[in-house]
């Protein structure tokens, strides 16, 4: 995708853009994007000193993507202050931000109409197959395999006959099973790398929990069965974050340092499923890769991945560390990790522990502790090792005075509250208070 120049409202970016395969795409008649910001990284008449490298979450298609990065860049742009600070501390600062593309909606638009009739636009038409149409959305986000689409097949039809049963009907049970079979991101415990980590998965459990805590849902039309396969689709997109994190993010981190002096600075910054690919892009593949040398921030903003993913023994299975317990251990980021909280955020609260595939007295931890499955965008970084510190969010004026190698919490339900639908305020994260958080993160390894 081509460089998008500066506005009045916010700063030049490049969007590096991929395909779901890992591919980067081809279609930008400048050539391959990647390659001209390895070029400008190695040109010594470039003068950039600082890349911000970032990851949205789930975004469907490229226009989502952009829309996005300026909302976001346009807070970021509006910290005036922030900027003037890193010009005092790093003379000759000049930043270059970097924002990545990859295909990352976990559910349909899928809506029923009167007397249980209902269509899926595709490209803004309604198909004249509907169920076909279903099949086609769910089977790219899940699982494309003969099996896969015939499951995704029955539970459709089965909502036909009834979106809302009492049970689900065996055959939407059998269909469920074998849907998450296709799947194949395994059940390895809370231990296992994104998308894996479940205990299992059984899809009347989860069915009885959506429908016992419906209004906090938000349950709409399309709802009922509907709402196991987009617990299911939003699992998968935890399991794709990882690969793409890991194959795709950590081999072009690695390219712009091998490209860049060594005194270019790397911040990294990631939303929701975003904060997975930006943490499996500093671990590197399964957990256990190299990077050539420490970022200087890591901001989590409203994480969907395990409150356990950085610590080096997860309570509830003494001796073994998270998953990208690496990152904090082997130092690979020398300044503080930024991580965000809010309760609005439904897409953490209640999706992300849906899908580990618990009954909800396992999945929900009482008033005051932690849950087995939980997610970062509610309960933070936690664990031991993880030099932890909780804070609320500030102004867009306050001193932070983060520490280099500190994890911090920052509680900010304040500012992010704002949204409707199945992820709930998840995406109302571009405030200046949240952008100033983020700076001073990348502040204080400048500052140490």
């Known amino acids: 995708m081509p460089r998008f120049a500066a506005t009045d409202q916010r700063v030049a970016y490049d969007l590096v853009s991929f395909k779901s395969n890992g591919d980067e795409r081809k279609d930008d008649p400048h050539g391959l994007m990647s390659d001209l910001v390895l070029r400008d990284l190695a040109s010594d008449e470039s003068g950039i000193t600082d890349v911000f490298l970032l990851t949205h979450g789930w975004m469907g298609d490229i226009p989502a993507a952009r829309s996005h990065y300026d909302k976001w860049l346009a807070a970021m742009t509006a910290c005036d202050a922030d900027m003037a600070l890193m010009k ?108 894996g980590d479940r205990s299992g998965f059984d899809p009347e459990s989860v069915y009885q929990s959506l429908r016992e805590d419906a209004p906090s849902f938000g349950l709409f039309s399309g709802g009922g069965i509907f709402g196991v396969l987009r617990t299911l689709s939003f699992w998968r997109m935890k399991d794709r974050s990882r690969w793409f994190g890991e194959l795709v993010g950590s081999r072009l981190l690695a390219g712009m340092m091998q490209a860049s002096p060594r005194n270019l600075r790397f911040h990294l910054m990631g939303h929701g499923f975003g904060c997975i690919v930006m943490s499996a892009t500093l671990a590197g593949p399964k957990g256990r890769g190299r990077v050539a040398r420490p970022v200087e921030s890591l901001a989590l903003v409203q994480g969907a991945l395990s409150i356990w993913s950085y610590c080096d023994d997860i309570p509830a299975t003494p001796g073994q560390p998270g998953y990208f317990n690496k990152v904090i251990a082997d130092r690979r980021g020398r300044g503080p990790i930024l991580s965000t909280q809010s309760v609005f955020d439904t897409a953490n609260g209640k999706w992300y522990p849906l899908g580990a595939g618990v009954a909800g007295q396992v999945a929900f931890a009482s008033p005051g502790e932690l849950p087995k499955y939980g997610a970062l965008g509610t309960h933070g970084i936690r664990g031991p090792g993880t030099n932890t510190t909780d804070r609320t969010l500030l102004p867009a004026t306050g001193d932070y005075q983060f520490v280099p190698g500190t994890a911090y919490n920052l509680e900010c339900s304040e500012v992010i509250r704002d949204g409707a639908g199945r992820g709930g305020a998840h995406s109302d994260i571009c405030h200046p208070q949240i952008a100033h958080a983020v700076w001073q993160a990348a502040l204080a390894s400048v500052r140490g």
Do not use: C
């Open 88 to 195: 005092q501390a790093r003379p000759g600062f000049k930043p270059r931000f970097v924002a990545l593309h990859w295909p990352s909606m976990p559910w349909g638009d899928e809506s029923f109409g009167e007397g249980g009739s209902f269509s899926v636009p595709v490209d803004g038409v309604a198909s004249a197959d509907p169920v076909e149409a279903m099949v086609n959305d769910y089977a790219e986000r899940i699982a494309d395999t003969p099996a896969a689409r015939d499951a995704i097949r029955r539970i459709v039809v089965g909502a036909i006959d009834d979106v809302e049963p009492d049970t689900l009907p065996q055959d939407v049970f059998a269909a469920y099973r074998q849907l998450n079979y296709e799947a194949d991101m395994g059940i390895g415990g809370v231990g296992a790398g994104p998308g």
